[in-house]
């Protein structure tokens, strides 16, 4: 918050971090509802590490929730559907995918995202020129107000970045 925007580089292998903790809940049903920057700590090694899944979500293997947990909405990080009654009430990767965005949009730009119906409205404000198309592109992408528009996964997301293996993350940490 002091020092404004990450560098691009810096914020790219924190969000890869972060990614790779997603991508092992999201095999286990699970979506955490809850990405943003003020639940990523940075552990003494200097990894992202990410913490309160107490909005979290367990879903079965056919995808419905089975959990009761409080629905929650972090403004500027939560996409348009986890504000809809049971727009959550289903498992899927891509409402967890807009948060990551929304959160790297938050590390390389310094600013909080716009909330998800002005992003439907008005779409994303200008990215200072510095941040580069690829970037600009995989944070545009993850943060598509239509849900079936955004990457669906993980791995759709790392494409995006021109990625196909992640850097170390720390899922959980004692």
């Known amino acids: 918050k002091a020092s404004g925007a990450m560098p691009e580089d810096e914020a790219t292998k924190y969000i ?66 986890q504000s809809r009654i049971g727009g959550v009430g289903t498992f899927s990767p891509a409402t967890d995918i807009y948060s990551l965005g929304a959160t790297f949009y938050k590390l390389v730009t310094g600013k909080t995202p716009p909330d998800a119906s002005e992003v439907l409205d ?36 790392l494409k995006l970045l021109g990625v196909d293996s992640f850097g170390s993350a720390v899922v959980f940490e004692k």
């Open 16 to 81: 890869l971090q972060i990614a790779d903790a997603l991508d092992y809940i999201h095999k286990q049903q699970m979506n955490h509802l809850d990405i943003k920057p003020d639940n990523v700590l940075l552990n003494n090694k200097g990894e992202a590490v990410l913490i309160d899944f107490g909005l979290s979500k367990c879903y079965d293997a056919d995808g419905e929730q089975t959990s009761s947990t409080p629905i929650g909405v972090s403004v500027g990080y939560a996409p348009l559907e």
């Open 122 to 157: 008005e779409g994303l404000p200008d990215m200072p020129d510095n941040i580069s198309s690829e970037i600009q592109n995989a944070i545009t992408q993850a943060m598509e107000a239509r849900r079936k528009k955004r990457p669906q996964n993980i791995e759709e997301f």
